[in-house]
């Protein structure tokens, strides 16, 4: 009897140990599948993807409101969505603080994905020197990114990350690009480690014509945990009337065929003339699917710079001439079936040498500051959401250089979550440590012996 008393008290002990080591389970939310990349190319499941979609940002990048909680107007919005046939939609500012079930499940219910960007203008690498964008690459700026991943990761319509838009838009400033390219590593060992499924992250670039080449290479060299899951760029040299060829399209397509990530445009349409989006012909058809994997029209809201698709007064929207024609081309021009000439396989790009328009002289990048490391189990925390402080002069910035490879993730996602979003739990049920499986083993055949 006293050896059954002394089991039951061995279980006792162990149980709240082990329940310390379990994390509440990440739940998946909506009916969307998930897209993943293989290849040079998004799928979802076994059928290819290309992103169909507009940028949607009402009120503009100087007015950062979360669009996402506006459900009246986002109701009223996926009307001219599905009208307009698209099954993406880019949103650049959103408040990780507040709750997005309604408003993704509207998405996902209209079979509309997200492709969200991580910063916010307080929140947010500061590209004016060297010496800001390394005082703003800290842990409260990466506590912030981390806080928008555990607030959208559970939606299966959640495509991807952007871990930056537009950071370097000249020559004087690709010294960003060690800093943009570590954001991308902490972001991708982030999900690995307390997210569900793999979730694509990169980088959304300007068009630089001097250096644009160099950061799509910058961006899938090195190692593995550094590189980027896709690169995208904003493209406006498609001006109606033209062509694949007068554009100089065939030119981009020729310089990224041995690309070995997803390419696509995060932004185009250019309103030097009348709009006729002819290149949607060339983007989703056989000049480009090999390459490219679709695109996202530049804007859905008129704004300051005229390049909206619909007017919003007084709470009513109003389409345009470039909205009906927009309408009309991806109507006519219907998504490629079959894999559309991708390639499964490739390998990483050479990384550009450091010349006159790419002022990279090194590809060792920052080491992610200590407090953010510790967020790899904890979990981000509690967001800061739109109204909190910022983060360009605040925080823990990077104390070293990082050894590459060093930012490889410790688990790969297998349908449970190592960290709860708010930062509860430790790791997940397959990350307990052996040793203290083989302690409990141990443990428990000393207690069954007593009982003999």
């Not at 969307?32 to 290819?48: I, L, Y």
């Not at 690459?137 to 506590?143: A, E, G, I, K, R």
């Not at 001439?321 to 021009?333: E, G």
Request: hydrophobic content about 35%.
């Amino acid at each position: 009897m006293k050896s059954f008393v002394a089991l039951l008290a061995l279980g006792a002990s162990v149980v709240p140990a082990l329940g310390g080591m379990v994390t509440r389970q990440s739940q998946s939310k909506g009916k969307s599948t998930p897209v993943e990349v293989k290849g040079n190319a998004f799928f979802a499941g076994d059928k290819r993807f290309y992103v169909r979609g507009v940028a949607y940002q009402p009120g503009g990048a100087a007015d950062a409101k979360d669009p996402l909680l506006d459900l009246k107007g986002l109701e009223r919005d996926i009307k001219n969505f599905k009208s307009l046939g698209i099954n993406t939609i880019r949103v650049y500012t959103i408040d990780n603080a507040k709750n997005h079930d309604k408003a993704m499940q509207m998405l996902d219910d209209a079979g509309i994905y997200l492709a969200l960007d991580a910063n916010t203008p307080k929140y947010s690498l500061n590209r004016e020197t060297q010496a800001t964008l390394h005082r703003s690459y800290n842990d409260v700026y990466l506590q912030s990114v981390f806080a928008t991943v555990d607030a959208f990761a559970d939606y299966t319509n959640l495509l991807l990350f952007f871990s930056g838009n537009e950071v370097i838009n000249a020559k004087n400033n690709t010294g960003a690009a060690t800093y943009i390219k570590a954001v991308t590593r902490d972001m991708k060992r982030y999900i690995s480690n307390t997210k569900s499924r793999p979730i694509p992250v990169g980088y959304s670039a300007a068009d630089v014509a001097e250096n644009i080449e160099q950061q799509a290479l910058f961006f899938n060299c090195g190692t593995d945990d550094e590189r980027s899951d896709f690169f995208a760029f904003n493209d406006y040299s498609w001006c109606d009337p033209s062509s694949f060829k007068e554009a100089g399209w065939d030119k981009k397509v020729e310089t990224y065929k041995d690309y070995s990530k997803p390419i696509f445009l995060s932004e185009f349409g250019c309103i030097t003339n009348k709009r006729e989006w002819k290149e949607i012909n060339s983007l989703y058809g056989d000049d480009m699917t090999s390459v490219y994997s679709g695109g996202l029209a530049y804007e859905y809201t008129e704004e300051p710079n005229g390049y909206g698709l619909v007017s919003l007064e007084n709470g009513e929207i109003k389409t345009n001439d470039d909205f009906d024609t927009l309408k009309k081309q991806y109507a006519a021009v219907k998504t490629p079936s079959g894999s559309g000439g991708f390639k499964e396989n490739g390998k990483a790009s050479e990384c550009p040498p450091a010349d006159d328009e790419w002022e990279v002289t090194s590809t060792i990048l920052p080491e992610i500051p200590s407090k953010a490391l510790d967020m790899m189990k904890k979990g981000a925390g509690t967001a800061p959401g739109l109204d909190g402080d910022g983060s360009h002069f605040a925080g823990e910035t990077s104390a070293s250089e990082a050894t590459p490879g060093s930012g490889a993730a410790t688990r790969v996602p297998n349908g449970q979550a190592a960290a709860g979003g708010d930062g509860s739990g430790a790791a997940a049920g397959v990350d307990v440590p052996l040793r203290f499986v083989a302690m409990l083993g141990a443990s428990v055949l000393f207690g069954v012996v007593l009982l003999f």
